[in-house]
């Protein structure tokens, strides 16, 4: 037939009066404090309840169906939805600390294999330098290639 005999004749036991009186305190401190998980919550009941576990508590806690509120395991998982920006100074080698590169380093990252984007980059900011050390203001342009 295929039916174990404990299945046929299982008879679940009643919950115990002290394990419902643990089950309301451990609601009470849960509320207080969602973030304490078994091992939190054994630390605040051993005084009222000196002889139950962490393990007992965690098992009601799963009974009740409470757990603590802390950062779930794969939370620092990307999100498809969200787009993957390249890493613009993978191959260049920083020597010293505080090293700082050129903006057309990075504009030579931008541009791949069409260099003259790079020079217009670097010239435009190379002239923007040279006049605000001189005091004159100017306004950014851009130029067709």
């Known amino acids: 037939m295929g039916i174990s005999r404990s299945a ?3 008879e679940p036991r009643p919950v115990s009066s002290f394990d419902l009186a643990l089950m309301r305190r451990i609601d009470a401190v849960h509320l207080e404090m ?3 998980g078994a091992r939190g919550l054994r630390r ?3 005084r009222e309840y000196p002889g139950v576990g962490r393990r007992r508590i965690g098992t009601l806690m799963r009974h009740m169906g409470i757990a603590a509120v802390a950062p779930q395991p794969g939370t620092s998982r990307r999100h498809r939805a969200h787009p993957v920006y ?8 920083i020597t010293r600390p505080k090293h700082r590169h050129h903006p057309d380093d990075i504009a030579n990252c931008l541009a791949g294999d069409d260099h003259r984007v790079a020079h217009m980059v670097r010239e ?5 330098a040279r006049a605000l050390t001189r005091g004159i203001k ?8």
């Not at 390249?86 to 080698?93: S, T, V």
């Not at 435009?124 to 923007?128: E, L, P, S």
């Open 124 to 128: 435009q900011f190379t002239a923007q």
């Open 44 to 46: 605040v009941l051993k």
């Open 8 to 10: 046929v004749y299982y």
């Open 34 to 36: 969602p973030w304490f």
């Open 86 to 93: 390249p890493y613009l100074l993978r191959h260049r080698a």
């Open 138 to 145: 100017t306004s950014v342009s851009v130029m067709p290639i």
